[in-house]
């Protein structure tokens, strides 16, 4: 329950709608970065073996890709179902609340 006192920390003047939008797109980019630094550093490396061996093959710049991802979707994502499930716990907390707040 940290998050919701997180959410009226920062935004404590903006509309509670306002409020969630803010820690929903934050929770996503937390969620998603460890992902898309992975698979940038293992394209570079990918790359960066393509150009020193000189291998035009396709299947070798996409299959370590898809290993990675493969391996970071069996160990739940590093951490971004955790994000998710505490994002929805926040929603539906709130629910009420957002129901019976004026929208103007």
């Known amino acids: 329950m940290a998050a ?24 996503e980019l937390t969620a998603v970065m460890p992902t898309i630094a992975i698979l940038l550093i293992v394209g570079l490396v990918t790359a960066i073996l393509q150009a020193a061996l000189q291998i035009e093959d396709a299947t070798f710049s996409l299959l370590p890709k898809t290993i990675a991802m493969i391996i970071i979707a069996l160990f739940g994502g590093l951490g971004a179902l955790q994000v998710f499930q505490n994002l929805a716990i926040l929603f539906i907390s709130h629910a009420p609340a957002l129901v019976h707040q004026s929208w103007s």
């Open 4 to 27: 919701k006192a997180a959410i009226h920390a920062f935004l404590p003047d903006m509309p509670l709608y306002i409020q969630l939008l803010h820690y929903a797109l934050s929770a």
